[in-house]
Structures are given as structure tokens and as C-alpha cells.
T-cell receptor, first 109, second 113 residues
Framework: SQQGEEDPQALSIQEGENATMNCSYK?????LQWYRQNSGRGLVHLIL?????REKHSGRLRVTLDTSKKSSSLLITASRAADTASYFC?????????FGAGTQVVVTP | DAGVIQSPRHEVTEMGQEVTLRCKPI?????LFWYRQTMMRGLELLIY????????DSGMPEDRFSAKMPNASFSTLKIQPSEPRDSAVYFC???????????FGPGTRLTVT
């Protein structure tokens, strides 16, 4: 399955600290995407990294992709209370995203 | 742009009743996806359409579920008859055909008693 699997399942940090979460998948992909979901809301796209890219930045987000290890990481730098949410990786292949179970991140002031 | 619109936002129904969920994708998007989210199973892709044509319905749980997209601006997901295990949040998402970012609606929270 190309379904993403996130690690850790939950992460609790203080404001200002960095948050790192990892994603592993099992098959070849066209790209890998990260989404955020606030409680009771729909998912919001954060960043997309293509299979031929190794690293991508967007604001306080940094994503890496290692296709040889079939893994990706999402780093949120200088976290804020507003970053409290669930984060999902979604490998894409054949036009479909396969979401993992997500990492629940809690950022305390 | 109003984003992806879903209705109703909440639905409570009794077992055995028919349930219809509705979705209006973002104008210009020609791919539409239906997902279901539960604590036990996470976020599951049920079906997706390209240019109003169903491409992959392998995630549809069983024959009680059906989805249609009669035109580019409207899709429905119907459950008939509904069962308590269908209780979940159902999301609709859209994007331009191909690959890339999907835009999610706010979801419909379905409770079947």
C-alpha cells in the first residue's frame, strides 16, 4: 500500500520549539503531500514535494523526501499555539492520496 | 472563491433511512473526491471522479453506498439503507485533474442511531 504512516502518533511541545514528524510509505509515488486538520474542520494542504525533489521549504515548514528509504519528514520551526492540529502525510500515486493516521501536535504557550 | 461546499453540515438519522450528502466543488476543478473519516479507520478514500466520470470506486464499502456527479458543479453520496457503523465525518475534496493539492470541504458529520 502507498498509504502513509506517521510517527509519532502524538507530540507535545512548547511554543518556540521545533516539531518534527515522520512519514513512511511502501510503494513508488509521484509526489507526497502534507495536510493539517484542526479539530472539527476539513483538511488544509500545507506542502507538496515531488518524487524528484529532496527538500522543500514554505514559511516555517521544511519537508524532506527520501525515495530510496520511502520516507518523508515535516519540520515546523518556532512553533506557535496556533500550530496545534493533526498533521497527515499523503503519498500520491495513480491520482489518489492515501492518508495515514496522522500525528496529533499540541503546542502549549 | 467560496471553496468546496458541503451540505448538510450535520445529519442525524435512524438506522434504515436513506441519507444523501451533497458537494459543490470549486469552480473549474474537474476532479472530485469523497472521503470518510472515523477514529477507527482514519481517512479513507471512497470514490473519485474525473470530468464527472467515476474513476475509482474501490473504496466504497458496499452496495449501500452510491455516488453520482451529474455535472461539473455537483455531486452526491447516498447511503441506503443507513446503518450505525456508517456514522463518520464525510469529506468532499476537489482539484484540477492530474495530481496535486486537494481542497477539502468542511465535512458532513453523520450520526446513524
Amino acid at each position: 500500500s502507498q498509504q502513509g504512516e506517521e510517527d509519532p502518533q502524538a507530540l507535545s511541545i512548547q511554543e518556540g520549539e521545533n516539531a518534527t514528524m515522520n512519514c513512511s510509505y511502501k510503494t513508488s509515488i509521484n509526489n507526497l503531500q502534507w495536510y493539517r486538520q484542526n479539530s472539527g474542520r476539513g483538511l488544509v494542504h500545507l506542502i507538496l514535494i515531488r518524487s524528484n525533489e529532496r527538500e522543500k521549504h514554505s514559511g516555517r515548514l521544511r519537508v524532506t523526501l527520501d525515495t530510496s528509504k520511502k520516507s518523508s519528514s515535516l519540520l515546523i520551526t518556532a512553533s506557535r499555539a496556533a500550530d496545534t492540529a493533526s498533521y497527515f502525510c499523503a503519498p500520491e500515486g495513480w491520482g489518489k492520496l492515501q492518508f495515514g493516521a496522522g500525528t496529533q501536535v499540541v503546542v502549549t504557550p | 472563491d467560496a471553496g468546496v461546499i458541503q451540505s448538510p453540515r450535520h445529519e442525524v438519522t435512524e438506522m434504515g433511512q436513506e441519507v444523501t450528502l451533497r458537494c459543490k466543488p470549486i469552480s473549474g476543478h474537474n476532479s472530485l473526491f469523497w472521503y470518510r473519516q472515523t477514529m477507527m479507520r482514519g481517512l479513507e478514500l471512497l470514490i473519485y471522479f474525473n470530468n464527472n466520470v467515476p474513476i475509482d470506486d474501490s473504496g466504497m464499502p458496499e452496495d449501500r453506498f452510491s455516488a453520482k456527479m451529474p455535472n461539473a458543479s455537483f455531486s452526491t453520496l447516498k447511503i441506503q439503507p443507513s446503518e450505525p457503523r456508517d456514522s463518520a465525518v464525510y469529506f468532499c475534496a476537489s482539484r484540477y485533474t492530474g495530481e496535486g493539492e486537494q481542497y477539502f470541504g468542511p465535512g458532513t458529520r453523520l450520526t446513524v442511531t
